[in-house]
């Protein structure tokens, strides 16, 4: 009987991590904006690459496959869709449904051994160390003035510092307590340095989650170093503009989604849109000065993009249902590797709030840090069975 995983080359493993470290060092290096190098293209490099060197190697459940089958039908249809019968630009229709491709290989990867525990962990120290350095002296030192107010090593920090607490959460349970209890503080020093409101409430609501497990003296014991990070969240929320919901960029955003959702009706709400659908130009008008998120037709129409939080992006593009179906996939193949509830919803967690603000699972970086955790050695296995279709070649 075959072994319901298989064994990837340690090649790819040293890779992988050689790559990332190797992206780490260059953004410590790079005083005058967040990293020299195309790091979400890179990371996207990765994560083919990835799934290139192991597509037939995997083993994968009957209903997995029929879910594989159905997604991507659905994503060649409405590629073909909204380029042949409507007038999106290629890259367009990518960047509105890059995060479908993601979970198509999350589907298939998941439970696949690709690094160790340890490795991961070693990545870990490696991301809190660069961060903590590139922050500390982006302040400290203000090359520029956006780098000292939202500093950076690989992008924008509402998405890496997604991807640095997923990683410390994927590990944790593998620290001693003193690294466990270093890791944290460093991590918690980095989002405050950081000032990513986002980041800092996902990081709130997935801690809550993952370290809590529903356990009500947890709960109580975990109310102190909450508040106390709420505080501090509330500070830093306080510097950047206090409470006054018109000086907040996600609120004119949520305006402009539901003026732009008011025209649609209830099947539209579930299902999106049959094509990629341009926003009206009054919601590119009052978005104008994002202009780099415009067309790649280079004319003055936008989509959904522009509006920056995924939630808004995919009801508006592909419907509810399609957002439930992201989150839910995630879900079960961290699950599926880890064999952990609440982590598998503490990640997922983050993820998801981080979605209210940014991009979230069409990020690279967050694909790249689930990616991680669904493909890692466990000490422990998740012990269900599975029907399943062997695409191994011998």
């Known amino acids: 009987m075959l072994p319901s995983t298989v064994s990837i080359p340690k090649l790819i493993s040293y890779s992988i991590f050689l790559a990332t470290a190797t992206l780490l060092v260059v953004g410590i290096l790079s005083p005058y904006s967040h990293n020299i190098l195309p790091v979400a293209r890179l990371f996207d490099a990765i994560i083919i690459f990835i799934a290139a060197f192991t597509i037939y190697k995997i083993r994968i459940s009957n209903i997995e496959l029929l879910a594989i089958i159905l997604i991507s039908a659905y994503f060649i249809y409405y590629t073909l869709s909204s380029t042949l019968l409507g007038s999106a630009h290629i890259l367009d229709v990518f960047q509105s449904s890059k995060f479908i491709v993601y979970i198509i290989i999350f589907i298939m990867l998941s439970k696949v051994p690709l690094m160790r525990e340890r490795e991961i962990k070693y990545l870990l120290f490696i991301s809190l160390f660069a961060f903590f350095v590139k922050y500390a002296y982006s302040i400290t030192l203000e090359f520029t003035d956006s780098m000292s107010r939202r500093p950076g090593v690989l992008t924008e920090n509402n998405f890496e510092l997604i991807y640095l607490a997923g990683l410390f959460f994927f590990v944790k349970d593998s620290l001693k307590i003193r690294e466990h209890v270093l890791c944290l503080l460093i991590l918690i020093a980095i989002m405050l340095m950081g000032g990513s409101r986002s980041a800092i409430a996902s990081f709130m609501i997935a801690s809550a989650i993952i370290y809590v497990k529903g356990n009500p003296v947890r709960m109580i014991a975990f109310i102190i170093p909450g508040m106390a990070l709420f505080s501090a969240a509330y500070f830093i929320f306080e510097s950047r503009g206090g409470f006054d919901l018109s000086t907040i960029d996600r609120f004119r955003f949520f305006n402009l989604f539901m003026n732009e959702m008011n025209n649609r009706n209830a ?128």
């Open 267 to 394: 099947l539209n709400w579930i299902f999106g849109d049959s094509q990629l659908t341009p926003m009206m130009p009054y919601t590119c008008q009052m978005l104008s000065f994002y202009e780099k998120l415009f067309s790649f037709n280079y004319d003055s129409t936008c989509y959904s993009v522009i509006l920056h939080s995924f939630l808004f992006r995919v009801i508006i593009d592909h419907g509810l249902f399609v957002y439930l179906m992201t989150i839910f996939i995630s879900y079960y193949a961290i699950k599926k590797n880890t064999g952990d509830i609440y982590l598998s919803l503490g990640i997922v967690a983050l993820v998801t709030v981080s979605g209210l603000s940014v991009s979230s699972f069409n990020s690279s970086i967050a694909a790249f840090m689930i990616l991680l955790a669904i493909t890692s050695e466990q000490k422990t296995q998740s012990t269900e069975r599975y029907d399943t279709v062997d695409l191994t070649i011998e």
